[in-house]
């Protein structure tokens, strides 16, 4: 069974930082494609950052240059790296990853929110 845990939300004033994690278990992060998304309150959800597995990748614009990801292979673990945070990066952040077969898993989702 395929899980994915994300961990690192919080509050945090406009300009600070925030490192979130997604644990995944029943998946080798690097063998399959994955996501980060958000969804702030009343706003669908959008995709913040795709990794294919063989193509670099691709951050949404309002987070270009502010945001990064990372795995730890040994941890089996994803990493959302933000920064310059804004209030408009407040919202409920998702991981996601697709199996072989696939599925379409989501984790639980953390809440970040962004004072200004």
């Known amino acids: 069974q395929v899980q994915l845990v994300e961990s690192g939300g919080g509050l945090v004033q406009a300009g600070g930082s925030l490192r979130l994690s997604c644990a995944a278990s029943?998946?080798?992060?690097?063998?399959?494609?994955m996501g980060w998304y958000r969804q702030a309150p009343g706003k669908q959800r959008e995709l913040v950052a795709s990794i294919s597995i063989v193509s670099p990748t691709n951050y949404a614009d309002s987070v270009k240059g502010r945001f990064a990801v990372s795995k730890d292979n040994a941890k089996n673990t994803a990493y959302l790296e933000m920064n310059s945070l804004k209030p408009e990066d407040t919202a409920v952040y998702y991981c996601?990853?697709?199996?072989?077969?696939?599925?379409?898993?989501w984790g639980q989702g953390t809440q970040v929110t962004v004072s200004s």
């Open positions: 029943g998946i080798i992060l690097t063998s399959a494609p």
């Open positions: 996601n990853v697709l199996t072989r077969s696939g599925t379409s898993i």
